[in-house]
């Protein structure tokens, strides 16, 4: 009897640490989904993208940016992948402007596709593209959850209502991250992202010229670096809409914690990445990645990225795998 209960206490037990292991989080999202479905999907990911990105590093940003734009549009099941034949998707929404890098998501999947078909989606690509580009670009690298599927609807009105304009002040910027669930931290920690990659002049140059609006002649952003003023003013003309500038001058290529220290320099591009310092947790938090050398960056911008993953997921039965991840099935 004794033992036959001992024996239960520790089947029991078994199966409790058991299934706390295995379990899904909230949203049904798991660490390592593909295990047992496809096993190679994470290596095939890696594989390709870490030579993608020693060939073409510049082609890191924009596949960071992806993942946020997915997420912040109808939650991270890939409609930002999608192409409208009448030019009505988010894709040809006016923020997405610069996003690049489609072809990539394509030759993932179609290497995927190859292995095991129809068993990844492409939502769960682009957030395991995300965290591959930023580690191919020296930056830190973490657990990505996976079992997220493919919404069916892409809707240009919805991106252009949801994305985050570079001009936005930090009150907004804190309740749109808020409505996504993402917290006042997440919004410091993942705006580091913009230490990789390159931005138009479009995106900024309301900060260089004309700033007020009444016309005077040398009229910035006082919140910018007045010597900064100068130099992005020699790059970009009050309508240059092609010029690229680099976020993080010198090491846009690296994914390291110096946009603390240019936001700390009043060097940071945006008026969203200025608007950090309007606010006492924010501003505390850069000014410490600041004169700490970024000593919790890595950790904390991996944690935020997995909370902007659970961003209105589809998981179970809901939406579908695509076949091609520029078209719903
Ligand atoms: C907080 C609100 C945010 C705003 C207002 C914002 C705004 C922008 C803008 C305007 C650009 C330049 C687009 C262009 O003109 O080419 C940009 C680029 C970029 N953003 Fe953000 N962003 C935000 C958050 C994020 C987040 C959460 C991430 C990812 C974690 C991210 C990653 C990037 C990257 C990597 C680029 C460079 C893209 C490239 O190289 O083409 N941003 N962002
Ligand atoms: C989708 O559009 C992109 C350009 O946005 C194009 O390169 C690609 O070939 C299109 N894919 C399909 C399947 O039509
Ligand atoms: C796109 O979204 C907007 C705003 O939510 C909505 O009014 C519109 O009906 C949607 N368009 C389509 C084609 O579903
Ligand atoms: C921030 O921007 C919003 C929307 O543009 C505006 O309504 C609000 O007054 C601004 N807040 C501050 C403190 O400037
Ligand atoms: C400055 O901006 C105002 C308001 O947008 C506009 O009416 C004016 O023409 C601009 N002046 C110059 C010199 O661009
Ligand atoms: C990549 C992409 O589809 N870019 C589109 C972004 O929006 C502009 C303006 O609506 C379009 O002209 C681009 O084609």
Known sequence: MATSNLFTSFFLCFVFVFFILDTAN????????????????????KKVITQTISEAPSLAGPLLRMHFHDCFVRGCEGSVLLNSSTKQAEKDAVPNLSLRGFQIIDKVKSAIEKACPGVVSCADIVALVARDVVAASKGPSWEVETGRRDGRISNLTEALLNLIPPFTNITTLKNDFLQKGLSVKDLVVLSGGH???????????????????KGIVGDADPTLDPNYVLRLKSRCKPN???TLVEMDPGSFKTFDDDYY???????????????LLNDPETKAYVKLQATTHGSTFFKDFGVSMVNMGRIGVLTGNAGEIRKQCSRVN
Request: hydrophobic share 35%; with cysteine; glycine share 8%.
């Open 261 to 275: 220290t240019l936001v700390t320099k009043r060097r940071g591009l945006f008026q969203s990445d200025s608007a």
């Open 195 to 213: 230490t990789i990659g390159t931005s138009h002049c479009s995106s900024f140059t309301n900060r260089l010229y004309n700033f007020t609006g």
């Open 26 to 45: 909230a949203q049904g999202l798991k660490v390592g989904f593909y295990a047992k479905t496809c096993p190679e999907a994470e290596i095939i990911v």
């Open 240 to 242: 240059d809409v092609n």
